[in-house]
């Protein structure tokens, strides 16, 4: 078992990647996980844990804290009445059956190609952060049908793919067929909810090689206890922080910082 000695820069980058994703969920409304993934990847190889299996281990201990972090989110929003429960129910079938897809799919992934994946999917979450219009609309309301059979399990699947809740593709799908954005939010944390437990589950059974210490199938205890630890306290912050400035602009800067990080990721993939 690791010393003290080794488990404490660990800790320590843990800490301020904690307060840092808080702040930023508080600040401008953007899940954690789409700070916590390329945050996990680069303290961990930083530390010299660099297995093949590393991002699954990201992935994985990000959805974790989504677990919790969605559920105190969706309770919130509830006591406001701001969650849609129709369009939850209604999608979530789907959105299990895309996170379990997701899970076995992330599974025969090596680091690499799970890289390419975040870098590519979080340049176009960029993009909508930073060039998207609240009057976009593909229709009046959210579909059902063979439209929600096909979009349900996708939203679970791409999530999973980058270890991310609902927030990222939920809350811009449920904006584009007119659902009033608090309601998107909060309806987004279910999502949240949805996508993490069963991918989670699976993760937890699944196999990896050279992941950092504590860490149980593909869970990080360490990461996700101090994670939640640390997003309790400064999310608030970022709440108040919000409400002290205009957080468009602000936006458009993290939408412009997670381009930079996704185009960086997929220069390490090529190998530039």
């Not at 000695?5 to 508080?26: D, H, R, T």
């Not at 849609?84 to 209604?90: K, N, S, T, V």
């Not at 059974?205 to 360490?222: D, F, H």
Request: proline share 7%.
């Amino acid at each position: 078992m690791p010393g003290l000695a080794e488990l404490m820069p660990m800790l320590a980058l843990l800490l301020a990647i904690g307060a840092f994703a808080g702040v930023m969920a508080g600040l401008l409304g953007v899940g954690g996980g789409i700070i916590l993934v390329p945050a996990f990847f680069y303290a961990f190889s930083s530390l010299g844990y660099q297995g093949p299996d590393l991002m699954q281990v990201c992935l994985a201990t990000s959805l974790a804290t989504i677990i919790v972090t969605s559920i105190r989110s969706v309770m919130a929003h509830n006591r406001k009445g701001a969650v849609d429960w129709g369009i939850l129910r209604g999608w979530a079938p789907g959105i299990v059956i895309g996170a379990v897809l997701g899970v076995l799919v992330v599974a025969q992934l090596r680091t690499p190609a799970l890289q390419a994946i975040f870098g590519t999917l979080a340049l176009v979450v960029a993009f909508y952060l930073g060039f998207g219009r609240a009057e976009w609309r593909l229709g009046p309301a959210m579909p059902g049908g063979v439209v929600r059979a096909v979009l349900s399990p996708l939203v679970g699947f791409l999530s999973v793919l980058m270890g991310i809740g609902g927030g990222s593709f939920g809350v811009p799908l449920m904006s584009l067929y007119a659902t009033p954005i608090h309601r998107a939010v909060a309806t987004a944390a279910g999502f949240g909810v949805v996508i993490a437990v069963p991918s989670v589950a699976g993760f937890l059974m699944t196999s990896v090689e050279g992941a950092p210490p504590y860490t149980i199938g593909a869970v990080n205890l360490p990461a996700f206890a101090v994670i939640i630890a640390m997003t309790l306290i400064t999310a608030p912050w970022g709440v108040k922080l919000a409400h002290a400035m205009d957080p468009k602009p602000l936006k458009r800067i993290f939408a412009v910082f997670l381009a930079l990080v996704a185009l960086n990721m997929l220069r390490k993939v090529a190998g530039w």
